[in-house]
């Protein structure tokens, strides 16, 4: 199956410590999927100081080169490891301000769905991870903004296999055109 103008893109989103790049890694895996691992982790292991509003903005442009090369590319499925809306997000949670072309872009984006993990599995401490009392809230605030700009999403829970499935089977019915979300879909605007 070839969309006819990009890959089919899947996002993965949700607080820290919700399986985002484990489920997301392996639905890449089954479905053949060009994965993006998250880009934040990465840039932040490899600072040796505390990160800045720069390094945010710095990891910004990352996810924004990727993306736009990804839809030039001939993958015909891109699964993304978290992605801009959890970078709007934690600009606005650190730093109470967000770059206008971070604002701009998410206007004019187009996700086919977006995987909110949901933070009901235990928390992995991995020295990156910062927000374990904040799981929840971060949970909510994530939703609120996917729902803001009315991209179509599905919420995975369980622990193992049942988030797995869960992922899988909102996948399937994206690449089958079985789009009956529970959530708004995306309209153009």
Known sequence: MKPKSGPIVIVFCGPESTAKSTVSKQMASHYGAKWVPEHARSYIEELARPYSYDDVVTIMQKQIVEYQRLLKSKHEIVIFDTFLIITKVWFEFVYQKVPDEL???????????????????????????????????????????????????????????????????????????????DHQPFTSR
């Open 103 to 181: 604002m701009n872009l998410l206007n004019k984006i187009h996700i086919d769905l977006y995987l909110l993990c949901e933070p009901d599995i235990p928390w992995v401490s991995d020295g990156v991870r910062e927000n374990e009392a904040l799981r929840q809230e971060l949970y909510d605030i994530y939703k609120k903004e996917i729902e803001k700009y009315q991209f179509p999403y599905q919420t995975i829970s369980g622990e193992g296999k049942s988030r797995l499935m869960d992922a899988q089977k909102y996948i399937d019915q994206i690449l089958t055109k079985q789009t009956n979300y």
